[in-house]
């Protein structure tokens, strides 16, 4: 029996199973829809969709940088002890490959694009991993970089993938500089380059803040915006890369560190895994028990 295009979309809708997996399942059952499940079940295929509605909040931020392109990437898991799995690691690896090679420019354009030159796609490739593995596995999101002449990237994995720094510093080419940058990053986490970058709206509401503090500490009110300035300067150095002092040597801003080497922060990205994210609560006792149940 031909197998359609059609089936195999239905198929892969039920099961969450990848093309091919669909496709070799309804060639096995002659098209038969019900058998082709069956088979995906006794496969240990057609897992993924049953554990879509699960938290995967731990996992491992990756990056993958070639010639003139860097990635950096979040791949999520719901337990810390598969992350360090040795297929985990391998798979974000090409998750990561993935998105560089092919450049899309959404998650959703990702999943949707032919994986490694087969006729499955990301999607169906991570899904067929969700059925290896046992867990919930999703990219949550990545960021391309491309540098341009006399640029540098600096990456930093810290705790084995639980923080990943990316940076890009412009006027020089020395990777050593952009990496002490990431590490830098990785470990005071600056929302910002600069305070150009930090909106009006945040400013203000900052100041806002500060000046009902000084305001409950009863200082007097002809002194409060002064008090306010400074302490906002405060705030600038905290949230702003340029103007944190540099972890490696903390007489000096990290914004003096680069101009000195002649160069200039143009961007950075920092992924530290789970954050903003809802968290299992499950223990480790009552996980073991809960499959001991099933």
């Known amino acids: 029996m031909a197998i359609s295009a ?33 088979f995906l079940r006794e496969k240990g295929i057609a897992k993924a969709e049953k554990k879509s509605d699960r938290i995967a909040a731990e996992g491992l931020a990756h990056i993958v940088t070639e010639n003139n392109r860097a990635v950096i990437v979040e791949v999520n898991s719901e337990t810390d002890f598969v992350s360090k799995n040795e297929n985990f690691i ?17 998650v959703d354009e990702a999943l949707g694009q032919s994986f490694d030159g087969s006729e499955d796609t990301l999607k169906g490739f991570i899904n067929s991993q969700i059925a290896k593995i046992g867990e919930k596995i ?40 952009a990496k002490d940058v990431a590490m830098h ?3 005071l986490n600056p929302k910002y380059v600069r305070r150009e970058e930090v909106s009006e709206d945040e400013v203000n509401r900052e100041r806002e803040v500060l000046k009902q503090q000084a305001m409950n500490e009863g200082k007097p009110e002809k002194i409060v915006d002064k008090m306010v300035e400074g302490r906002l300067g405060k705030f600038f150095e905290e949230t ?55």
């Open 6 to 38: 059609k089936m195999v979309k239905e198929l892969r809708e039920k099961t969450g199973a990848g093309m091919m997996d669909c496709k070799k399942a309804l060639t096995a059952t002659d098209g038969d829809v019900d058998s082709a499940i069956d």
């Open 138 to 177: 999703s990219l949550r999101r990545f960021a391309l970089v491309e540098g341009g002449e006399n640029e540098a990237f600096g990456a930093y994995i810290h705790m084995g993938g639980r923080i990943g720094v990316l940076t890009v510093l412009t006027g020089t080419a020395d990777e050593q500089v």
């Open 185 to 187: 990053a990785a470990a």
């Open 90 to 106: 391998n798979m974000v690896d090409k998750i990561a490959r993935h998105i560089l090679t092919n450049n899309p420019t959404t």
């Open 240 to 294: 702003c890369l340029n103007e944190q002092a540099f972890v490696k040597d903390s007489d000096q801003k990290v914004g003096k560190y680069v101009s000195s080497k002649g160069a200039e922060i143009k961007t950075f990205f920092r992924y530290e895994v789970g954050e903003g994210m809802e968290k299992r609560e499950e223990n480790f006792a009552e996980e073991v028990m809960s499959q001991v149940k099933k």
